[in-house]
């Protein structure tokens, strides 16, 4: 067969902290390699254009667009996807707070924003609203308008600066009439 | 007031910000989307679409493709005879084309192979061989160019749908006003760009039985079109939709990769699976129709309307799709708002070439609320009113009947006016007569602008007709304490499994996880219609209601007796059955279940749910009676750049009158996600086709087709209004599509007060903001928009008698004039 008569590349990277070995067809992108040869589902997509940031995921800390990127590219370096955020089962606090305030509507995109996020939170431990739009500003969402993504990104860098922090009543139940 | 469920009980659930059921699978990456379903042998299936818009298939050379290795199947439009379409009344569409293309994007033929890209190789060595037809592209060419026709029927040429309805004498009542204002606007299609691409997986499984997976918002009607189309036994059919990521009406409709995939399954005894690319997700479309529209409204000196006569043209793209429902859409909801004692609607939809328009977020009303609106601000400064106040004096009144027989109960917008005139400062802010010349330098100018709106909550008629529930719900609780609900509604993010699962656990007296909620299967679930029009809070939480107390009731009897205690003294709370004179005494609630199933049997309860009737009677009534309408106002703050065009949306006020919040949070989110969809519409977004006669797309893609970032999107300040409704489940209204609609006008309202030209045409681009603003300097008249509909023949209205002047919902018999 056509397809099948291709040879497959072979490549090792560490991925959500865990060594792995991987082959497929050289020309897949790494969107297509997490998804179809390793079942990690979790990783979507929008576009496989580069538009949209749905499949964001984390390579050596660094946000990149995985529809953009060779799986062949992703050879020794470290990847990380919605999959690896959680520690076991206790959630990442992005997690934990896009659950809480409604961030995630469809959820569809939630897994590109909450990786953007962490890359962020990693360098800013105390982003300001302004840093987070510019931050997330890659990623498109069509259920929130984007403002309990911000809330939930703010919890999450005071619940990890071991901060306590609460929503603001009328971010949950609307301005006190 | 007292409404369903409440009881007057206190709340231990019900208006409490929860977690969504499925919050922590959809921040894990584990929520299963269409798309991530793989099964065993699946082959991969690749649509090829026309190139052309309009044109006759002369032939199809498929050995090419069949012979490319790899390639187990090739079906064509002779594999799929029947139409079929999501209105009974248009059944214009062929999974596969048939005789000809009818827009750049229809498919043709459809591949299944071993993987995507052999689907795609055969793909492109189908060669099809087009005769070429004359394209129609817009709404004057739809009325006026006869032949040919895209479709064989409509009411007449290119014209799919004419209504002409007339209530009260419009005449007297323009005869009866101190000012009469005419204005013309025009608000261009848009999509719904939903996250997610349309994808379902189909599987003929061994005991010949027919499973379909698909990112649908309509379980129900997909179910129904496959049984038809394939000519199965629906009872042979089972469709299970996936967590939409996202829909907004654009997964609302029986798509042609969910009947290929399904015959392709058939076909091979393979699973099959096709995932649409975003090209293909614009050329589905089924979003906003553009819509051309004509105002004349009678006023009198303080404002109050004496008659309105609203005209539309709709372009409907391709096919019927929900069109005709669309096109009474844009006449229907003008009357809830403000009192409007006489009205008459004329509209059009066309066919184009183009791909079909249906139901976007709002379905047909976004569009005339517009032009309402922004017409009403131009009426309030010719009367030198506040359009604020204007607004308020006039409200249509609750529990009133409409000129167009449209039953209103709860009615919030007079609080929700006032809230928003307040957080905005709107008193201090606003002037008809802005200081700030409007002429072209280098400084930004600011600007405010008012509107309101309201939206059904559920369509108060199914799509087809029946006698039957809209909504249904089951339920089953097991002798370990397990509650599980049941219900064929779809989350499509807006959180309907959670609402299920606060209810009932509201109801029950437990923790609403405790609760296993399974949904939109079409072999496990009752029917419900779906996720459209604003239906599924009020609808499916109504017989959520009836399941739990129909359960409450078992569980109560066998309580009651192993207490003994009167049963009226039995009450459900912290998940145990309790008499309320003693609440040390009771049982928890798993023990409640155990003495329950051994006094009746298995516990399983079911409720549904009908709209009540509506009082309107007339051909045309069906579209726009509900249960209930949600009330929104919003205040735009803007601020304009006459040196660029360029419109920055700074704040938007928001109230929203929700009856009563299920789970406020999930408002909250509903009405910001709402806010900026309108943004989007009144900023940037359109669907816009290559002028020349191809009618080519411009941009289907999301880089080209511009929607708000983060960098766009504005701040919100929420108001939630609760004016608890006795149709809702606890008194809740919708809050899905209504937060949307204010948004657009009170946007293009705050540009004018900001630079004095007022652009009668969404979306609001600085070219169009600039060419106002050179008109303005050059002492024209200051504003950008259509300046004519097209003249056009208009059936005989139907008239009927308004209430007010007696009338029973009937049309008047028609008047044969004898010369």
Same mark, same amino acid.
């Given at each position: 067969m056509q397809n099948g008569a291709k040879q497959k590349a072979h490549i090792s990277f560490s991925l959500n902290g865990e060594a792995c070995e991987v082959a497929f067809a050289?020309?897949?992108?790494l969107l297509e390699v997490l998804r179809?040869?390793? #079942?990690?589902? &979790? +990783?979507?997509? &929008?576009?496989?254009? &580069?538009?949209?940031? +749905?499949?964001t995921v984390l390579v050596d800390g660094k946000s990149i667009l995985s529809c953009l990127?060779?799986?062949?590219? #992703? #050879?020794?370096r470290r990847v990380e996807t919605i999959e690896g955020m959680a520690e076991g089962a206790q959630l990442h606090p992005l997690q934990e707070t896009f659950a809480d305030t409604g961030a #995630?509507?469809?959820?569809?995109?939630s897994p590109g924003f909450m990786l953007v996020a962490k890359e962020l939170l990693e360098k800013s431990a105390k982003p300001t609203r302004d840093e987070i739009k510019e931050a997330l500003s890659g990623n498109l969402c069509?259920? +929130?308008?984007?403002i309990k993504i911000y809330e939930a990104v703010e919890l999450a860098a005071a619940k990890m600066r071991g901060e306590a922090m609460e929503l603001p009543r009328e971010s949950l139940f609307g301005i006190e009439t | 007031m007292s409404s369903n469920g409440n009881n007057g009980k206190p709340l231990n659930v019900v208006g409490k910000p929860f977690r969504k059921v499925d919050a922590r699978a959809k921040c894990t990456g584990q929520t299963k989307f269409a798309d991530d379903i793989v099964l065993p042998r699946m082959l991969a299936c690749k649509i090829l679409r026309s190139h052309?818009?309009?044109?006759?298939?002369?032939n199809i050379d498929l050995s090419k493709a069949l012979a490319l290795? @790899?390639?187990f199947a090739i079906v064509t439009g002779k594999d799929f005879p029947i139409p079929y379409g999501i209105l009974p009344v248009s059944?214009?569409?062929?999974?596969l084309c048939i005789d000809?293309?009818? /827009?750049?994007?229809?498919?043709?033929a459809a591949v299944a192979a071993i993987d995507e890209d052999v689907a795609f190789d055969a793909m492109n060595l189908i060669e099809v061989e087009y005769e070429r037809l004359q394209t129609i592209t817009s709404i004057e060419e739809g009325l006026?160019?006869?032949?040919?026709?895209?479709?064989?029927?409509?009411?007449? %040429? $290119?014209?799919?749908k004419k209504v002409s309805l007339e209530f009260g004498d419009v005449d007297e009542g323009f005869a009866e006003a101190d000012l009469i204002r005419e204005d013309t606007f025009f608000y261009e299609g848009n999509t719904h760009l939903p996250m997610e691409q349309h994808a379902a997986v189909a599987y003929f499984d061994s005991d010949q039985k027919l499973t379909l997976w698909s990112a649908t918002q309509t379980p129900h009607y997909v179910h129904r079109a496959l049984a038809k189309v394939l000519?199965?036994?629906?009872?042979h059919i089972r469709v299970i939709a996936t967590p939409?990521?996202?829909?907004f009406g654009g997964k609302s409709d029986p798509f042609n990769h969910e009947v290929v995939v399904s015959k392709l399954a058939m076909i091979t005894g393979r699973p099959v699976k096709c995932t649409l690319t975003r090209e293909e997700v614009f050329y589905c479309h089924r979003g906003r129709h553009p819509v051309l529209m004509h105002l004349k409204t009678g006023v009198t000196?303080?404002?109050?309307?004496t008659a309105m006569h609203f005209k539309s043209f709709l372009d409907g793209g391709a096919y019927g799709s929900y069109g005709v429902a669309s096109t009474f859409y844009t006449g229907a909801l003008?009357?809830?708002t403000y009192e409007v004692p006489r009205y008459k609607f004329q509209g059009a939809r066309v066919f184009t070439n183009k791909p079909p328009c249906g139901p976007k977020r709002g379905h047909g009303t976004p569009q005339p609320r517009y032009a309402l609106e922004v017409h009403l601000d131009k009426i309030a400064e010719q009367l030198n009113l506040d359009p604020a106040e204007m607004r308020r004096q006039h409200l249509a009144p609750p529990n009133s009947v409409t000129a167009n027989y449209l039953r209103i109960g709860s009615m919030g917008l007079g609080a929700c006016i006032d809230k928003v005139v307040e957080g905005s400062e709107w008193k201090k802010k606003f002037?008809?007569?802005?200081?700030?010349?409007?002429?072209?330098?280098?400084q930004s100018r600011k600007g405010i602008g008012i509107a309101c709106s309201s939206y059904i909550c559920?369509?108060?008629?199914?799509?087809?007709?029946?006698?039957?529930?809209q909504s249904g719900v089951q339920l089953r609780l097991d002798r370990q304490g397990g509650v599980c609900v049941m219900c064929?509604?779809?989350?499509?993010?807006?959180g309907s499994d959670s609402i299920l699962a606060y209810i009932v656990a509201e109801v029950l007296g437990?923790?609403? /996880?405790?609760i296993r909620v399974i949904t939109a299967d079409t072999d496990l679930t009752p029917v419900d219609l779906g996720s459209?029009?604003?239906r599924v809070t009020l609808m499916t939480g109504n017989a959520a209601i009836q399941a739990a107390e129909r359960a409450r009731e078992l569980l109560t009897l066998a309580v009651a007796e192993k207490l003994g205690v009167?049963?009226?003294n039995i009450s459900f709370a912290e998940r145990r059955a309790f008499?309320?004179? $003693?609440?040390?005494v009771g049982v928890s609630f798993a023990e409640a279940i155990v003495l329950a199933e051994s006094k009746f049997g298995t516990i399983g309860t079911v409720g549904s749910y009908t709209p009540p009737r509506s009082p309107g009677k007339y051909?045309?009534?069906?579209?726009?009676?509900?249960?209930a309408y949600s009330y929104s106002a919003a205040v735009a703050e803007v601020d304009v750049?006459?040196?660029? @065009?360029i419109v920055t949306v700074e704040r938007i006020w928001i109230a929203h009158d929700? @009856?009563?919040?299920?789970?406020p949070a999930l408002v909250m989110g509903q009405v910001e996600g709402s806010v900026y969809m309108g943004l989007g519409e009144i900023l940037m977004e359109e669907m816009s086709y290559r002028a020349?006669?191809?009618?080519?797309?411009k941009f289907p893609s999301m880089l080209e087709y511009k929607s708000p970032t983060t960098l766009e999107m504005c701040d919100v300040k929420t108001y939630l209004i609760e004016?608890?409704?006795?149709?809702?489940?606890?008194g809740a209204k919708e809050v899905g599509q209504g937060p949307l609609l204010p948004v657009p006008p009170a946007v293009a309202n705050a540009v004018y007060n900001a630079v %004095?030209?007022?652009?009668?045409?969404?979306?609001?681009t600085p070219e169009k903001v600039l060419k106002a603003l050179r008109e303005k300097e050059k002492g024209r008249d200051p504003r950008f928009g259509p300046t004519a509909v097209p003249n056009t023949d208009w059936p005989e209205p139907l008239h009927v008698l308004t209430p007010a002047e007696g009338g029973d919902g009937r049309e008047m018999p028609r008047v044969s004039v004898h010369s």
């Open positions: 050289p020309h897949k992108t179809e040869d390793l #079942a990690l589902t &979790g +990783t979507k997509h &929008g576009c496989e254009l &580069g538009e949209c940031g +749905t499949c990127m060779l799986g062949l590219d #992703a #050879a020794g #995630a509507q469809c959820g569809y995109c069509r259920c +929130t308008g984007y | 052309e818009p309009h044109a006759r298939i002369k290795p @790899g390639v059944q214009d569409e062929h999974a000809k293309v009818r /827009f750049i994007g229809d498919p043709v006026l160019v006869e032949e040919p026709r895209i479709h064989e029927y409509g009411d007449g %040429g $290119n014209v799919h000519e199965i036994p629906a009872s939409n990521g996202g829909g000196k303080d404002g109050a309307i003008q009357t809830v002037t008809w007569s802005n200081p700030q010349s409007p002429i072209r330098n280098s559920g369509a108060g008629l199914p799509i087809y007709w029946n006698n039957m529930p064929g509604s779809v989350d499509i993010g807006q437990i923790d609403p /996880f405790d459209y029009s604003s009167p049963i009226e008499d309320v004179e $003693n609440p040390e051909k045309g009534a069906g579209v726009g009676p509900s249960p750049d006459p040196a660029t @065009g929700i @009856g009563k919040s299920i789970n020349n006669r191809n009618v080519v797309h004016d608890p409704d006795p149709n809702g489940p606890f %004095g030209v007022r652009i009668d045409e969404v979306p609001i």
